[in-house]
């Protein structure tokens, strides 16, 4: 009864084939780590903000008088009102960690490289999207940091020469950020999930067509792979798992432990709080807009191309990598490059947490020039790899002729 | 030849078409875009009036402009001299100091720091006697110019005019 209803339903919409083709028969090689995880968990984590986000929208009001007021209703009314945010709140942190894992894992073992170059940039584009959703939610509820977050990443446009003023006032709706400004991040911060969504989608279609990389960077022959389910569905079950424990204990032991306790503070457009730090997740971006300084008046739209030039620049990674191997496995000098990559970028985080003037070694050394440092060493990294590997400086390891 | 001409002027005709639906798009585009433009109540709030009378010497208030902090303070001596003495330093967005104010005693300013748009603290915060921004580390004197950090201009002196002795009006009506 059933088999035959299945092959109603396929005759006139093929799901057999198509769960055939990209499930049960989809090729996978046998070889992938925990490391390739972090895919189904970044797509773990944006149903759950899709799914919480959706029913905060049905407490929210956006509106520069209320919003404050409505997510406290939330947080003290609403049944449940307090799981719902902040499963929310910290979900953004755990999509950030786990799309920065999934982001490293491309980089060290090559998954940027041919034919992968679509799928990596695919993945870029939607880095963007993540970036001005969580920007666009942090505004929402309209605490102190909300508002002079919005504020400072508002007027970065302000830099762009001729349009710059016009384009702000054009995006605030009024003279400063306000409550036209609310209103219209409220509505972009709930569409462009679904967009964002979408764009997952071609990310997967892309990788399909391209197939998984794996941890040893060559090309997997057919005897080498194993079906997508259940053998890696499975294993991506255990790792939402996984991520679920972590996510969860913050969630119901240490809830605010990601959050600013000065945006509990409604905002407030006539003063600035004494320190304002963006979400962590931004915080290395934001050292590198910051460490631009030295360039007169030419500095503040040095530091937002810089910033913007520090992800945009993993455009390029396909065609600045010019090594014959794929995996930094196999390569030496990459793999320290990347270790000192990573390692700067955790500095830049600190860098951009603490204040503009802090000092380090009782006043010794400014935190200003740890700053430029790290930035500079930040885009020395790809400048670096591509040298390595365009002249043949790195000479890399033998690679296994199968895996 | 004919095959020429039919498929020239299919050319032109597809040009034509795509140029027409374009300038099409980009008309129907234009309310919606413009829709993000500050609104007539929004334009409406133009002017904000100050009673002045009762700032000290050396005191400063912050009163809201169109949504915007402005700082009024009243200069004590000392404050103006230290900006006018500062007119022939190495000004990274040079002005002096006479052209910044109306009345000496007088400083108005958007306190809107043109770095990055955070408000910058009251007054003898920073350096050279004027005003910090805690966001990213500006200095301006006394009389609103930046002196050190990142910032690239001085702040803003608003549009204002003296309405007898104690009253400030901010801002210009709309006509």
Not at chain 1, 53 to 63: C, I, N, R, S
Not at chain 1, 169 to 182: E, H, K, Q, R
Not at chain 2, 121 to 147: A, K, M, N, W
Request: aromatic share 14%; net charge negative; glycine share 8%.
């Amino acid at each position: 009864m059933s088999k035959s209803l299945m092959e109603w339903v396929d005759e006139r919409i093929p799901v057999s084939d198509l769960i055939k083709s990209q499930a049960t028969e989809y090729p996978t090689p046998k070889n992938l780590n925990y490391w390739w995880n972090f895919g189904s968990l970044a797509l773990t984590v944006l149903i759950i903000m899709i799914l919480t986000g959706l029913f905060l929208a049905m407490h929210y009001k956006p509106d520069a008088a209320l919003a404050f007021d409505s997510v406290e209703h939330i947080m003290r009314d609403v049944n449940y009102g307090w799981l719902l945010r902040y499963l929310h709140a910290n979900g953004a942190t755990f999509f950030f960690i786990v799309i920065y894992i999934h982001i490293l894992r491309g980089m060290y073992y090559g998954s940027y490289r041919a034919p992968r170059e679509i799928l990596w940039w695919l993945g870029i584009v939607i880095f963007f999207l993540m970036m001005g959703t969580a920007f666009m939610g942090y505004v929402l509820p309209w605490g102190q940091m909300s508002y002079w977050g919005a504020a400072v990443i508002t007027n970065l446009m302000s830099a762009i020469p001729l349009v710059g003023p016009d384009l702000v006032t054009w995006i605030w709706g009024g003279f400063a950020v306000g409550d036209p400004t609310l209103n219209r991040f409220f509505v972009l911060h709930f569409l462009l999930p679904f967009v964002l969504f979408g764009a997952v989608f071609v990310h997967l279609w892309a990788l399909h067509a391209v197939h998984s990389n794996n941890p040893v960077g060559i090309d997997v022959p057919h005897k080498d792979t194993i079906p997508f389910h259940p053998y890696y569905t499975i294993k991506d079950v255990y790792g939402v798992g996984v991520l679920l424990i972590v996510y969860l204990s913050f969630v119901f032991y240490a809830p605010n432990f990601f959050l600013e306790p000065d945006n509990y503070i409604p905002a407030n457009p006539m003063q600035t709080p004494a320190h304002i730090v963006p979400e962590w997740y931004f915080l290395p971006f934001y050292a590198i807009l910051r460490s631009i300084d030295f360039l007169g008046s030419f500095s503040k739209l040095a530091g937002v191309l810089a910033m913007g030039g520090s992800i945009a620049i993993w455009f390029l990674l396909p065609f600045l990598d010019r090594s014959p191997v794929r995996s930094f496995r196999y390569r030496p000098l990459s793999r320290r490059l990347f270790w000192i990559f990573f390692i700067d970028t955790l500095i830049l985080g600190w860098v951009g947490y603490n204040p503009a003037d802090a000092t380090v070694l009782d006043g010794a050394l400014p935190m200003i020039t740890i700053g430029r440092t790290a930035t500079f060493i930040y885009f020395g990294y790809f400048v670096l790899l591509w040298a390595i590997t365009a002249f043949g400086i790195e000479k890399p390891n033998e690679v296994p002729k199968s895996i | 030849m004919a095959m020429e001409q039919v498929e020239n002027r299919r050319d032109f005709l597809m040009l034509a078409t795509g140029a027409v639906g374009a300038v099409g798009v980009a008309g129907a585009a234009w309310p919606f875009i413009q829709s993000w433009n500050p609104s007539a109540d929004v334009l409406a709030q133009a002017t904000t009036e100050v009673d002045v009378s009762s700032i000290a010497e050396g005191q400063m208030i912050t009163v809201p402009w169109q949504g915007k902090p402005v700082f009024v303070l009243h200069r004590s001596a000392e404050q103006i001299k230290q900006a006018q003495e500062s007119d022939g330093a190495d000004l990274p967005d040079p002005a002096k100091d006479n052209d910044r104010v109306q009345k000496p005693e007088w400083l108005v300013l958007l306190a809107i720091c043109t770095h990055l748009g955070c408000v910058p603290q009251g007054v003898g915060t920073g350096e050279f006697g004027g005003f910090l921004c805690p966001c990213h580390g500006s200095h301006y004197d006394t009389s609103g110019r930046i002196r050190k950090g990142p910032a690239p201009n001085n702040l803003e002196v608003p549009h204002y005019e003296f309405k007898g002795d104690s009253t400030l009006v901010i801002g210009k009506a709309a006509a």
